[in-house]
């Protein structure tokens, strides 16, 4: 198993050294820093513009690879991602939005499985039923929401509960309040501030898990085995759970690993909306500001977690599904 | 409908009856004596049917039946028959479509009354069932440990490390090999029949006062199914439970059960002892269903009598007795009322019939008057005074697999020798057929029989010519058109959306037949099937199997073709349906001079159209010869196990014969043995003496000839 992880990695490894050097020419060929430039006062001149840019390795009068050997030696030496045109550290803005975006993401990929699962076992269990029925219709009804709207009803939502209940309690911008101090009180100010913008990815994203996790069951429900586990003195409902519903996760798994590159980047709208700072916010930042290192920083961020992904995808098949395990 | 009266047979209706009888009442074998035991289950006026879009499907009409401790009663029934319904219908594993009604009462509880909560805490306690396709029937993801610990631990509370204890003590007692090590494996890990086993364990797990098998043996291969059918009876006797034995089978009921019921068209039909059914059926259709059972022991050879017409559809049932439009003897009276399920005066038992009492007074035979069926008397004598011309030779076939690991990396680990060295000749007007178990690599042979095309080894000679001097597609096509096939199941083959007029004219377009020729052949090939010329115009969805399989034929003929190659013609089949499809085969080879090369497991059934058998074991052919000579003399020890295991439709000599009951399972044929390929579960290997047991395990046998100079053939060092 380590071996083939190990050979899997190395893999990918590759691919991402491959893409990220694709990615740093095709980034350098469409992002012109100069423009950032044209709409400064007084006019700047070509050789102020180069005088500006040549401490961040970014003069378009040096040769193209003599740039690119220069980033890269950085990325490989020191692990420095290079700079913006105005000189922001990449490795700095990554790290920190990374980690919200984390905050983000985590907790509602999580929160979306649990909810699409549990409510696909549910209505699985009563296929048909009013209330297979009824979930069926709220699913597909948030299915063709799109994130932004959604977004902005929770935010209108919530500015009046806030009137009704006449304290500030959820917070529709930003990822935390600026004065609050002390371990505990920061700890719950950025959950209150988490609470919105995780609800939005939650209740558009539980929506795929939910209806593909429904007919991975709906498959598997009727085959044998559950007969046979419910003939052992099982429920319809037990059986599900614990057999039709540990075979039926596999793919699930799979697709959920395999999903955590897009959802890291892929939650500019939800960012957008409620003003934080995340990578998706920043993929879209460096390419409106020509920023290439950033840019080309996070293809390779997003490379890598898909390169993750596919191999977490991997180790969850093997875990749970018993006939491909590699021996 | 009204509910039997009271029966000589069965007891009073039970009443709230005593708490669960323990394995301390009768045992098993134990005859119904003066006083005779109450009921562990009781079975009244149990109805189920299914919604559908032709209506309700009525798949149970009322079935009632007592099963007494200890003892087996034993459920039979063709496709359709509802003995599947019925069994579901006591699991309480009805789909929730379903609709039940009735009464279920095992040990004073009321069983279809309750609902899936309740009933679960019945199942596995109380009942346990074993089901027909243990390939599927165990959670993929849990290890078998885990299965059992988990089923033991719904009904008792146990400790996840004792369960676990009695998880590998019920995988010994299955007759698991190393059962503390193989509980950690996963069901792919297992075999068909040790799935089986598993699936038995996990049954009997919280002895059940009452077993429910549904078709347990049905999937596997005959010897497998005999050491099944023992551990069955092994559990049985552990657990002291009374079995429903559900099967299409009447040589298993023949050996295991105490009581019979047959089903037919949703009801029971007839219900007797064991003995006394089979002897003296009394029931019409059980009659005629014994008549028509193809049977593998030795001896003189019955012929088979097919019933006319098939099974009812259970949407479209007619009025009176459902089994009147194939009744040889049925009266105006049979077709308006249908006849309640009463004991015949003098006889016990119970059938439903207007006719029984005259049936069981001896005063009517209940399969018509002789000769109204068409007796089927393989025409053996004629095929061998005029032996045709050789259409197929098959000289040394070799035919090897590639063997691959892991699911995420492929790798190449070894070879499987599906086919090592085999030989045969088929003759124009003679039927061989290739028996063995699966994996014995008799199907492969017949692909590669049906490739037209040079094989990895050996050589393949159809009508005359080397397969491998074949150069250009067209003579490619021309051969091709020599040899046809007859599939399992002819609906995969069937186009749905075409008529059978448009199936038979596609291969004789493909001929290059023109329309007028079309015209004139179509209704020829019908008749020539015995297919009535206005199904011409349906789909093949409006038809039965036995229809279909009659068009699968047909098709087959359209190009006139010398050899056809039939894969398991009759396997889809009902009993009442075979009988007239091996009459229609023995007819068309003796009309047309064509040559069958069969593939077949089922070796009862062989016996009746085939005029020599081949049997196949991991890829080698270890005796041949004609088949009255196997069937009468088998040498080889493989081919005297595979007969003693095929269950005999005949109590009496099913009980009192020797069984040959082979250990193990057929090995990978990744791993051949260096000497015979038998070795391993050889019988007679084991009592040899020391010079010829080396010899079987270094040096293969050669096929030689029998010492009367017939063309019977073995490959064994012992004989
Ligand atoms: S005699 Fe009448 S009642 Fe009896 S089986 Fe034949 S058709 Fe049915
Ligand atoms: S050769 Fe030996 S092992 Fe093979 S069948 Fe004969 S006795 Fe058995």
Redesign the interface.
């Known amino acids: 198993m380590l071996r083939y992880v190990t050979r899997r990695a190395a893999g990918w490894f590759l691919v991402i050294a491959v893409a990220t050097n694709a990615t740093y020419f095709l980034a350098s060929s469409f992002l012109d820093p100069r423009s950032n430039f044209k709409e400064l006062r007084p006019v700047r001149t070509d050789e102020q513009v180069s005088r500006a840019l040549a401490p961040y390795n970014l003069d378009p009068h040096e040769p193209l690879l003599h740039r690119w050997w220069d980033w890269l030696s950085g990325v490989v030496l020191r692990f420095d991602w290079g700079r913006s045109p105005v000189g922001v550290e990449v490795n700095g803005e990554i790290g920190h939005r990374s980690l919200v975006s984390a905050q983000l993401v985590i907790g509602a990929t999580l929160l979306s499985v649990v909810v699409g699962v549990a409510l696909a076992v549910h209505t699985a269990s009563r296929q048909y039923g009013w209330r297979d029925r009824a979930a069926q219709a709220l699913s597909m009804a948030l299915f063709n929401v799109p994130v932004s709207v959604a977004a902005l009803a929770l935010v209108l939502l919530a500015i009046r509960l806030n009137e009704q209940a006449g304290w500030h309690f959820l917070y529709v911008a930003g990822e935390r309040s600026p004065d609050v101090e002390g371990f505990w009180a920061t700890l719950g100010d950025r959950a209150a501030h988490l609470v919105l913008p995780t609800l939005t990815l939650t209740l558009t994203g539980y929506v795929g898990h939910h209806l593909t996790q429904r007919s991975l069951l709906l498959d598997v429900i009727g085959s044998d085995f559950v007969r046979t586990a419910r003939a052992t003195g099982l429920t319809r409902a037990q059986a599900i759970r614990r057999h039709a519903l540990r075979t039926a996760l596999i793919p699930t798994a799979q697709s959920v690993a395999f999903s955590i590159p897009a959802v890291f980047t892929g939650a500019v709208l939800t960012e957008t909306v409620f003003g934080w700072n995340g990578m998706g916010q920043y993929f879209v930042q460096t390419i409106n500001k020509n920023d290439v290192h950033g840019t080309v920083a996070t293809a390779a961020f997003a490379a890598a977690l898909t390169a993750i992904g596919a191999i977490l995808a991997d180790i969850t098949t093997v875990l749970l599904d018993p006939r491909v395990r590699v021996s | 409908m009204t509910l039997a009266p009271a029966r000589p047979t069965g007891p009073e209706n039970p009443g709230p009856g005593p708490e669960r009888p323990g394995p301390e009442n009768p045992g098993p074998g134990s005859g119904p004596g003066p006083a005779r035991p109450a009921p562990v289950l009781s079975v009244r006026d149990l109805r189920v049917s299914f919604p559908s879009e032709q209506g309700p499907v009525q798949a149970v009409r009322g079935v009632d039946f007592d099963l007494l401790p200890g003892r087996t009663l034993g459920i039979v029934g063709e496709s359709g028959s509802g003995k599947s319904a019925t069994a579901l219908a006591l699991?309480g594993?009805l789909p929730p479509a379903a609709h039940l009604e009735g009464r279920i009462l095992l040990g004073g509880r009321d069983l279809a009354a309750m609902d899936?909560?309740r009933l679960?805490?019945?199942?596995?306690?109380d009942i346990?069932?074993v089901?027909q396709?243990p390939m599927?029937?165990?959670?993929?993801?849990?290890?078998v440990g885990r299965l059992l610990s988990?089923?033991l631990r719904?009904?008792q509370d146990l400790s996840r490390k004792d369960a676990w204890e009695q998880a590998v003590q019920l995988l010994d007692l299955v007759g698991i090999p190393d059962p503390r090590e193989r509980a950690k494996a996963?069901p792919?890990e297992f075999s068909g029949g040790m799935r089986q086993r598993v699936?038995i364990a996990?049954?009997i797990?919280?002895k059940p006062s009452v077993l429910v098998a549904d078709e347990p043996t049905t999937a596997l291969d005959v010897t497998v199914q005999a050491q099944i059918l023992e551990v069955l009876r092994l559990a049985q006797r552990e657990s002291g439970a009374a079995l429903v034995l559900i099967t299409h089978d009447l040589g298993v009921v023949a050996g295991h059960a105490d009581d019979v019921a047959v089903m037919y068209a949703g009801r029971i039909v007839e219900h007797a002892g064991v003995d006394e059914l089979f002897a003296r059926p009394t029931m019409p259709y059980t009659a005629r269903l014994l008549a028509a059972v193809p049977t593998a022991g030795s001896g003189v050879q019955r012929p088979l009598l097919p019933i006319a017409g098939e099974p009812p559809s259970p949407v479209a049932l007619p009025a009176g007795c459902a089994f009147a439009p194939r009744c040889a003897v049925a009266r105006d009276v049979c077709r308006t009322t249908e006849p309640d399920l009463t004991a015949p005066a003098g006889r016990p038992g119970r059938v439903a019939c207007h006719r029984a009492q005259e049936i069981a007074d001896g005063t009517l035979d209940p399969a018509g008057p002789a000769g109204s069926a068409v007796a089927l008397t393989p025409d053996r004598a004629a095929a061998r005074r005029t032996p045709g011309e050789v259409v197929l030779r098959v000289e040394d076939l070799v035919k090897t697999f590639p063997v691959t690991?892991?699911?995420?990396?492929k790798r190449r680990t070894g070879t499987l020798h599906a086919v090592n060295g085999v030989g045969f000749e088929v003759r124009a007007g003679e039927t061989l057929a290739l028996v063995g178990e699966s994996g014995s690599g008799k199907t492969t042979t017949l692909r590669e029989v049906l490739r037209l095309r040079a094989p990895e080894g050996g050589r393949i000679e159809v009508a005359g010519t080397d397969v491998a001097t074949l150069r250009s597609a067209a003579q490619v096509r021309e051969l091709r058109s020599e040899v046809q096939i007859v599939l399992q199941d002819p609906t995969d083959a069937l186009d749905p959306r075409l008529t059978v007029f448009d199936l038979l004219a596609e291969p004789l377009r493909a001929a290059g037949a023109d329309r007028t020729a079309v015209r004139s052949r179509i209704p020829r090939l019908l008749d020539l099937v015995g297919l009535d010329r206005a199904v011409g115009d349906r789909f093949p969805a409006a038809l039965s199997g036995g229809q279909r399989q009659r068009v699968g034929i047909a098709r087959a003929l359209a190009r006139e073709p010398r050899l056809l190659v039939l894969d398991e013609p009759l396997s889809a089949l009902d009993v009442s349906v075979q009988a007239e499809i091996v009459n229609l085969l023995v007819r068309l080879k003796r009309e047309l001079a064509l040559a069958y090369l069969v593939v077949a497991h089922d070796l009862a059934v062989v016996r009746y159209f085939s005029d020599r058998i081949a049997v196949m074991y991991l890829g080698h052919i270890v005796e041949s010869g004609a088949t009255e000579e196997i069937f009468a003399r088998p040498r080889h020890p493989y081919t005297r196990a595979l007969l003693s295991a095929v269950p005999l439709p005949d109590p009496q000599r099913e009980r009192r014969r020797e069984r040959i009951v082979l250990r193990g399972e057929q090995p990978s044929a990744a791993r051949l043995p260096a000497g015979c390929v038998f070795v391993d579960r050889c019988p007679l290997h084991r009592e040899a003496d020391e010079s010829v047991r080396t010899r079987c395990r270094t040096e293969r046998p050669s096929t030689v000839g029998a010492p009367d100079g017939s063309d019977h053939r073995y490959a064994c060092h012992a004989l």
Do not use: C, E, W, Y
């Not at chain 2, 679960?120 to 306690?125: D, L, T, V």
């Not at chain 2, 690991?405 to 990396?409: E, S």
């Open positions: 699991m594993l899936d909560t679960a805490r019945i199942r596995g306690k346990g069932m089901f396709d599927s029937a165990l959670t993929p993801v849990l290890s988990q089923a719904v009904h996963f792919h699936v996990l049954a797990a919280n690991r892991g699911a995420l990396l």
